[in-house]
């Protein structure tokens, strides 16, 4: 198994540099590639902030990460929670993995102050 960078997976994603995105191509579909949560939040914040991506866009590329079978996302179970929170509500992506990740390691809440989270899953507004 290989694990992703965040820079190597936005090179095969958006393809904007062709010698960076070939290499990174030839990298992923070499074996199974293994994307961390902190990496795919890093995706999102990357696709957003620099190539200003919107929320339909970030989906489907989530979606499509999601359900290939050359790439093993860590907590994949959480993350497609996640993905559901965010397309349902308007907290950040980010935010909603973190109060997924957090109710699995037993929390009963997230406390936040950030009102985008407000009536995504688990956060509490202080």
């Keep these: ?17 062709e ?7 030839r990298y992923i579909e070499s074996g199974i590639s293994y994307v961390n949560c902190i990496v795919l939040s890093e995706v999102v ?6 190539y200003g991506y919107g929320k ?4 489907g590329v989530l979606e499509r990460l999601l359900s290939t079978q050359e790439v093993e996302i860590e907590d994949s179970d ?3 929670l996640a993905l559901h929170d965010y397309r349902r509500s308007s907290a950040g992506f ?10 699995a390691h037993g929390c009963g809440q997230t406390g936040s102050f950030d009102r985008r989270a407000k009536g995504a899953a688990g956060f509490r507004m202080l």
Excluded at 7 to 15: F, Q, T, W
Excluded at 45 to 50: H, I, K
């Design 1 to 17: 198994m290989n694990g992703l960078d965040t820079n190597v997976l936005i090179r095969y994603l958006v393809v904007d540099d």
């Design 19 to 25: 010698t960076q995105a070939a290499k990174a191509k």
């Design 45 to 50: 914040w990357v696709l957003e902030s620099a």
């Design 56 to 59: 339909e866009a970030i989906v």
């Design 78 to 80: 959480l993350a497609l």
């Design 94 to 103: 980010t935010d909603c993995l973190i109060g997924r990740r957090n109710a």
